[in-house]
T-cell receptor, first 111, second 116 residues
Framework: DAKTTQPPSMDCAEGRAANLPCNHS???????VYWYRQIHSQGPQYIIH???NNETNEMASLIITEDRKSSTLILPHATLRDTAVYYC????????????FGTGTRLTIIP | NAGVTQTPKFRILKIGQSMTLQCAQD?????MYWYRQDPGMGLKLIYY???????DKGEVPNGYNVSRSTTEDFPLRLELAAPSQTSVYFC???????????????FGQGTRLTVV
């Protein structure tokens, strides 16, 4: 699976949009971008994933650049409960069943 | 549905003791995973399984063993506990869904293990 690079930490004011970047410059054509988050040592929680089109669900939006070398997770109206470590993962659709995590971005929502 | 259930939630082991961390899922998922997370660090994959009877090593398998005799259960065995195995252990499961990049993984709430 392609390697990802994320900033180690970010702050965001409560009520504002939180934009979390992820670099995956070696991504290949059949690899998807996944986002998970981990709140205070709980088990990680799935947020969203996509291949090349932008995706939106009730939790977040995922914007993938046209060349697919980077993506941004957007939490539109951050709340204090969104304080967590956010992991960006690139994973192939087939041939590799591993699910490995990097170090992620620690997002702190500031009141 | 209970999802992914891990037992016990907490355990203190003495050096050299053995134990089995239990993981069960009721979602009929074929993929299951074991991770460890040291304080302040990310998750490291220990072992994973793509179906009953099939297991494979992850990033940090030394000191651990697994088995997958049923779809539902994926126990993790520590044979000779060492202080370096003090960590939080997470089990996860997912199901393959070709053409959509697989599906989301569901995680248990973790087992906090201390080896003294």
């Amino acid at each position: 699976d392609a390697k990802t690079t994320q900033p180690p930490s970010m702050d965001c004011a409560e009520g504002r949009a939180a934009n979390l970047p992820c670099n995956h410059s070696t991504i290949s054509g059949n690899e998807y971008v996944y986002w998970y988050r981990q709140i205070h040592s709980q088990g990680p929680q799935y947020i969203i994933h996509g291949l090349k089109n932008n995706e939106t669900n009730e939790m977040a939006s995922l914007i993938i650049t046209e060349d697919r070398k980077s993506s941004t997770l957007i939490l539109p109206h951050a709340t204090l409960r969104d304080t967590a470590v956010y992991y960006c993962i690139v994973r192939s659709d087939f041939g590799n069943e591993k699910l490995t995590f990097g170090t992620g971005t620690r997002l702190t929502i500031i009141p | 549905n209970a999802g992914v259930t891990q037992t016990p939630k907490f355990r203190i082991l003495k050096i050299g003791q053995s134990m089995t961390l239990q993981c069960a899922q009721d979602m009929n998922h074929n993929y299951m995973y074991w991770y460890r997370q040291d304080p302040g660090m990310g998750l490291k994959l220990i072992y994973y399984s793509v179906g009953a009877g099939i297991t494979d090593k992850g990033e940090v398998p030394n000191g651990y063993n697994v088995s997958r005799s049923t779809t539902e259960d994926f126990p993790l065995r520590l044979e000779l506990a060492a202080p370096s195995q003090t960590s939080v252990y997470f089990c996860a499961s997912s199901v393959r869904q070709g053409g959509r990049g697989g599906t989301e993984a569901f995680f248990g709430q973790g087992t906090r293990l201390t080896v003294v």
